[in-house]
T-cell receptor, first 111, second 116 residues
Framework: GQNIDQPTEMTATEGAIVQINCTYQ??????LFWYQQHAGEAPTFLSY????GLEEKGRFSSFLSRSKGYSYLLLKELQMKDSASYLC????????????FGTGTRLKVLA | DTEVTQTPKHLVMGMTNKKSLKCEQH?????MYWYKQKAKKPPELMFV???????INESVPSRFSPECPNSSLLNLHLHALQPEDSALYLC???????????????FGPGTRLTVL
């Protein structure tokens, strides 16, 4: 079976840094994606990792360790608008389009 | 145009009704997806079309019937649904190039479906 786990909820303060973890055990691996989803809205793409290491994109960074089946999303200088759900998703194999989403993490940013 | 559109935004239907959800993209993407999302849960993959052919059906009940009339359009036909089918139905698209290393999905705003 496919297993992708994230913490259910996290709370952080405006201006702080938060790390959202994602661990996966899947039958294949061809990349890990992070999406942000505000309540009642569509998920929007944040970042992508396929090789080990850190990818940085402005206030957002994402890290991948394939040997450990582990990724994290780092959000810096938190803003109130970052309050949302964060979803990691694994693409199972190259050339196919099967993506499995993690359980999702609801982040609440407090003033 | 980097948008995926979905209609209708909201749909209420009875268990004996037949209705359709529509999805459209004009980004030249060749892969299109249907997901079902229940409240406070992640999206669950239902169907994938690749180059207008059905490539993945995640054992979805036959009361859901997908259709891809052309590379820009994706429909989901609904018939004899159950109350537990009430959910947000999300459409997504991605480039679909074989072996592409990126291929992030672009999601539409979804159709919120209520089955009475």
């Amino acid at each position: 079976g496919q297993n992708i786990d994230q913490p259910t909820e996290m709370t952080a303060t405006e201006g702080a840094i938060v790390q959202i973890n994602c661990t996966y055990q899947t039958s294949g691996f061809n990349g890990l994606f992070w999406y942000q989803q505000h309540a009642g809205e569509a998920p929007t793409f944040l970042s992508y990792n396929v090789l080990d290491g850190l990818e940085e994109k402005g206030r957002f960074s994402s890290f991948l360790s394939r040997s450990k089946g582990y990724s994290y999303l780092l959000l810096k200088e938190l803003q109130m608008k970052d309050s949302a759900s964060y979803l990691c998703a694994v693409r199972l194999t190259s050339g196919t389009y099967k993506y499995i989403f993690g359980t999702g993490t609801r982040l609440k940013v407090l003033a | 145009d980097t948008e995926v559109t979905q209609t209708p935004k909201h749909l209420v239907m009875g268990m004996t009704n037949k209705k359709s959800l529509k999805c459209e993209q004009h980004m030249g993407h060749r892969a299109m997806y249907w997901y079902k999302q229940k409240a406070k849960k992640p999206p669950e993959l239902m169907f994938v079309y690749s180059y207008e052919k059905l490539s993945i059906n995640e054992s979805v009940p036959s009361r859901f019937s997908p259709e891809c009339p052309n590379s820009s359009l994706l429909n989901l036909h609904l018939h004899a649904l159950q109350p537990e089918d009430s959910a947000l139905y999300l459409c997504a698209s991605s480039q679909g190039a074989f072996g592409s290393s990126y291929n992030e999905q672009f999601f539409g705003p979804g159709t919120r479906l209520t089955v009475l």
